[in-house]
């Protein structure tokens, strides 16, 4: 039997739990995973992670594998068609936000070489380790995710307000914020970035 602790949030459903195990928190130096993880959880504002978890391959279908490339030339009548899928969260405004953002994606990786570099520079290019004992101690936002937020607002990006961004960052691994009780706490710490 499975005998791993984990954090509270995870424990739902199994989806769920894969997910928290296996990618949550591992610092991530992929301009795809980047991207896919900003296009979900600006779908995600004002919903459940586990409501779009369930639709992860819906979007993966919907949106080209989350190939910023292709996504950037998505036209009006491809977007349309893209909110007739009930694989995904049919909003206007975020899908357009992904298609919109998928553009800025690639500006900032014509600027830095890659997105990864770029986002990596507001932890200085290392993880931050948190040690909290309870999810009430986990905050929503940071100063590094208000900076982060404020700088892709000001390069265009939608639906990157702040606790989007911390999301994203406990996601990608820029932050560890798995609660020291939980055997991925550590995993996370071991599988440090080196810039």
């Not at 977007?79 to 953002?101: F, S």
């Not at 994606?105 to 004992?133: A, C, H, S, T």
């Amino acid at each position: 039997t499975d005998t791993n602790v984990r954090c509270a949030w995870c424990l739902k459903f199994s989806q769920y739990m894969e997910y928290h195990d296996n990618e949550w928190g591992i610092p991530v130096d992929d301009d795809r995973v980047h991207i896919e993880f900003l296009s979900l959880e600006g779908a995600q504002a004002g919903l459940s992670w586990s409501t779009i978890l369930k639709k992860r391959e819906g979007y993966h279908k919907a949106f080209a594998g989350f190939d910023p490339q292709k996504v950037a030339r998505f036209t009006e009548s491809r977007i349309e068609k893209i909110l007739q899928d009930p694989g995904i969260v049919r909003n206007r405004l975020k899908v357009n936000a992904a298609v919109n953002n998928a553009e800025r994606f690639l500006e900032v990786q014509k600027e830095f070489g890659n997105f990864d570099r770029y986002i990596w520079n507001f932890v200085n290019g290392k993880p931050m380790v948190n040690k909290w004992k309870s999810l009430q101690e986990v905050p929503a936002t940071t100063k590094e995710s208000d900076a982060l937020s404020r700088d892709l607002i000001n390069r265009g990006f939608k639906f990157v307000g702040s606790t989007v961004i911390y999301a994203h960052m406990q996601a990608c691994g820029l932050v560890n914020d798995h609660l020291v009780s939980c055997w991925r706490h550590k995993k996370c710490h071991d599988n440090k970035k080196i810039a």
